[in-house]
């Protein structure tokens, strides 16, 4: 338990502050209201030092409403029969003060549940309860609060019927936290009701006595003594950890992000520590191809769990290769759940730790199973060579028997000529060992992939060759992201895990500034986390032509126009100023949400590498014919000139690339993506981008947008 300790040593106290009773009330009663006033105080000075780090109010009303229920508590317990304090005065004061107190602090329990979510300034609540406390204190003193106790008679009607006002608040305060109940964690939850509950039942406590010393007294001030302790502990609880423990719940948000990207890709997705096989993550591909639960995942072992003997020999060599070159590719048949086997290629990479050490490895799968079944339909196709579209060859270990009208055109060859020289190598070995090979080669810019079958009676080999051009691309595009996002991921994920190593070794001393910096930092990189990950969720869906145009009638000044006044605040931070020379009347058919992402990247970056004191330019042409429309095509160029920083003549073929980033712009934020997204925005509208620019003084980007007739 948590708290062990301290609970320990609390019910030492109590039971040490119980004991004095026997040997004196007024000692007991002096000791027990002292004790919760300490508290009172103590949850006031962490509520009101913690208030920069909570968004909720909750915790800022308790603390400060505790410094004054403490105060009046003070001021009860020196007003108490036989402290002999404030002559003139009987039982009658204390039991006012206390009422007053107890009126306060139901109130305040039930306006902290129901005004959680509001904004409220510290200051203006400080000066609410100093002004409300001075006119309960100056009523009691002026006798103009109703009387609460008579001596030799007891308590009055107006005392035992406010005790009841007082539960009856507190349990309205009970349902309005259990409504809100989703808000706090369970233990935050449980200590907040028990204190309240425990509150309800002291408060009943002081309805039955008649004596200020009485027996149902004692128990009330025990009770209240524990129900402050309650009460401490949970501020202490979300004051002091919950300001850090935030960090984990923005990474679970940007981590939700991530979680989307990765859902809109085909491919599984695996990441495993390979020193224990636990599975660290996966995607929603993976799940649905296995058949395994999340649960199920986190159970096994990888890659042990999915794969045969045989296959796990590769796997080792394929994660030595990752060691050696920092990626790999491998076939393996996934074994799922049913006990299916499923033949997929998977690219590994490596995630590195600080030391130079493999932490985790990616494993990025394509099943493969539509690709042996393309390779087998050659295979069939083949008892058809003159109609095939895939290159077919017959060679001896000299010439070429046959070829079909395919393999004549890729390799410019007739029946009777020489072997090709790309095939001739590998032609001979196969001769030599009489086994089955599978090769790749590169062939007038084009990927094929032959299978060569040695039939050793005939003396000849069959050829049968495959466009495997876009798989290649693919494969290129995974293998890139892969390796680009586990670079990208690694500087924003290591500081974070930095950020919460130094708190788990220096919680206790942690000071209130430090403990602002490491919230600060954990919050810019998960903001770049999450950017991150919109780019690549945006990227996937371009890749994969999942993005389909509402193409309708927009006005081009008016999206600017929202632009600028979107992107002022950081435009006058450097004193930039916007100047447009535009038709308003301007309209063109495009999707209006992809053009404004495609004017905000454009902006965005204006503003980010502009000199201070400068201009924005931004002007139409219309029925552009120049040298930024390539087709001759009707439409209208938009150019943004800014004066800046630049680009240098060497980054410029560079600069749409995804992921590249100048070498005078990598110590300021961003992914990387921004231009390549507007890019492929721009051309999936028809439309084209270019850049000229001079290094340290200006940039133009020009965009040339066709007219599209049919919406």
Known sequence: MKYRASIIIFVGIVLLIYLTNFYNYLLFHTISELFSVVIAFGIFVIGWNTRKNIESSLFLVLGVSLLYIGSIDLIHTLAYKGMDIFEGYDANLPTQLWIAARYLQAGSFLMAFLLMHKKINPNTLVIGYTLLTILLVVCIFTELFPVCYIEGIGLTPFKIISEYIIIGILAVSIMVLYKNRKEFNLSLLHLIIFSILLTIIAELAFTFYIGVYDLSNLIGHILKIISFYLIYLAIVQKGLEDPLNTLFLMLKQSEEFTTSALKAQIDTFFVFNPKNGKAIRWNKAFNEISGYTDEEILSMKAPDSYYSQEDLIRAEEATREIVERGNATVLMDLITKDGKKIPFEYLGSSIIDDQGDIKYIVSVGRNITQRIKAEEEIKSLAKFPSENPNPILRVSDEVVLYTNAAGQKLFNIEIGNKIPRSLNGIVEGVFHTQVIQQIELEINNQFYSFTITPIAEKKYLNIYGLNISERILAERKIKNLVSTVSHELRTPITVLMMSLDLYKQKKDSLTPELQNYIIETGERNISLLKDLSEDILMLSQIDEKKIELNLEYYNPSKILQNMEKFLAPFAQEKNLTFQNDINEEINLKGDIKRIEQVFRILL???????????IIKINVIE???????????????????????????????????????????????????????????IELHQGEIFVESKLGNETTFSIFFPRIDNV
Do not use: W
Not at 608 to 613: A, G, I, P, Q, R
């Open 604 to 614: 965005d970056n204006a503003i980010k590498y502009s000199f201070e004191n400068t």
């Open 623 to 681: 029925s552009y014919k120049g040298r930024f429309n390539s087709k001759g095509e009707n439409g209208i160029l938009f150019q943004c000139k800014n004066h800046g920083i630049g680009i240098s003549k060497e980054e410029l073929p560079h600069i749409f690339e995804r992921f590249y980033r100048g070498s005078n712009v990598r110590d300021s934020s961003g992914t990387g993506l921004g231009l390549s997204i507007a890019k492929d925005i």
